[in-house]
């Protein structure tokens, strides 16, 4: 099957029980409303949220990982509810637990986190987290990190909905 991504960009994958890997996707939480202390999405969060899950509902996604924020929540939860999936809620603080649960062969798993934890899950995972996220612009990173069953580690920095322009 073929994900696009931006106007032009395709990917192939495949449900990871088919092919005996692991394969996560993560991305930072969409855009959010003004300064709050628990803030929800902004309008602009909520398209890419949709955006996500037309993007990612062929992908044999089969968990669904979220902070305990509404802004997390809210990304995930389009895509959690054309597929039928409970939202797993994790702590941010306990990441090497959180990896544990991603790396078993047979998983295709999707995880929304920050712009700090994000990047920190994918390097846990022996990705490439790339460069540190734009904190108050940057929303449209899309990692994909394949885990095979020997621990061969790929991963990609893919791209979707509104581009970010820094």
């Known amino acids: 099957m073929a994900l696009a991504l931006l106007p032009g960009a395709v990917f192939a994958t495949a449900p990871a029980d088919e092919a005996g890997f692991a394969q ?28 996500l899950a037309q993007l990612l509902e062929d992908a044999g996604i089969a968990y669904v990982f979220s902070t305990d924020f509404a802004r997390s929540r809210d990304t995930v939860a389009p895509l959690a509810a054309r597929l039928g999936i409970t939202v797993t809620i994790y702590n941010w603080n306990e990441m090497d637990a959180l990896a544990a649960k991603l790396t078993v062969p047979g ?23 790339g460069s540190p996220l734009d904190e108050p612009e940057e929303y449209d990173r899309l990692y994909v990190v394949t885990i095979a069953a020997d621990g061969a580690v790929t991963s990609e920095l893919r791209r979707y909905g509104e581009p970010y322009r820094p």
């Not at 969409?30 to 949709?50: H, I, V």
């Not at 995880?111 to 700090?116: A, K, Y």
């Open 107 to 129: 998983r295709c798993s999707l995880v929304v986190g920050h712009s700090d934890t994000t990047p920190e899950l994918v390097g846990i995972l022996g990705g490439d987290p």
């Open 24 to 51: 996560v996707y993560l991305v930072r939480h969409a855009e959010k409303e003004p300064a709050a202390e628990d803030p929800a999405l902004s309008e602009a969060g909520k398209l890419r949220a949709l955006q």
